[in-house]
């Protein structure tokens, strides 16, 4: 009898502390920041992890619900949609099982009066929803990415109406999948253990508490590893350990 027919199978986990060691030795890896993006562009095909300047403003849901223009002066976007999924042909998948929107998110000039400490976390990758992407070209101006922010657009769209501005190269690629991954990793596990435990235990009161606390943990530590003052840094730290000893104790 196959055991997991009756007892369910643990859910597969991304590994978080792996995740956070490929980073950091990518990151030790001098030669990364030396050719971050490739030198040359070949071809027209999208990957994950290009840069990209759209022809048109895109839209969103704004606060009353309406759809409405992003009006944030953002140049450039990157691509955060499986390359696997952009390179398949819309005309001829089916519908059904390929989907039709991408996910790209916007290139943010770092700010002029960062402070160091904050500037040199996203330089080294600490930080868990923002990821550092330097100058390219003539470009005057680092940027980062903030995971938290991220716009659906119609592949084909994307396809039809923007320009390639840079491309990043095998291991820079590498980097940022394994942040966008390292983002999700922990809330995610967190999430299936507890549907595991609710599915196969029929328990519901801690695998709530469960939930609650442990996918609150790393947006506020983040929080606090970018905070603007000791002050904020104290106060996210002190939520982060609030909602760590609930994990603990339930």
């Not at 868990?128 to 990415?145: A, H, L």
Request: aromatic share 10%; net charge negative; glycine share 6%.
């Amino acid at each position: 009898m196959n055991i997991s027919e009756n007892v369910g199978r643990w859910p597969p986990v991304y590994d978080f502390e792996e995740l956070g060691q490929q980073i950091k030795d990518l990151i030790n890896d001098g030669s990364i920041f030396h050719q971050f993006f490739v030198p040359h562009i070949n071809g027209t095909d999208l990957f994950q992890g290009d840069i990209v300047s759209l022809k048109n403003d895109p839209v969103y849901i704004d606060k009353d619900g309406d759809i409405a223009i992003i009006d944030e002066d953002f140049n450039y976007w990157v691509i955060l949609g499986n390359t696997c999924d952009l390179a398949r042909n819309l005309t001829t998948d089916s519908d059904s099982v390929l989907p039709r929107l991408t996910h790209i998110s916007p290139l943010i000039p770092v700010p002029q009066d960062i402070p160091t400490s904050v500037l040199n976390n996203l330089k080294k990758y600490k930080l868990y929803k923002r990821v550092f992407i330097p100058r390219w070209g003539k470009e005057e101006n680092d940027f980062y990415i903030d995971l938290t922010i991220m716009n659906s657009i119609e592949k084909q769209c994307l396809i039809d109406h923007s320009n390639i501005m840079a491309r990043l190269n095998f291991k820079t690629w590498l980097l940022l999948h394994s942040c966008l991954v390292r983002y999700y990793a922990f809330a995610l596990n967190i999430v299936k253990i507890c549907f595991f435990i609710q599915k196969n235990s029929r328990e519901y009161v801690l695998s709530r508490q469960l939930l609650k606390s442990g996918t609150s943990i790393g947006a506020n530590v983040e929080e606090a590893v970018g905070g603007i003052s000791k002050a904020d840094f104290l106060a996210k730290m002190q939520i982060a350990y609030k909602e760590q000893e609930n994990l603990i104790t339930g």
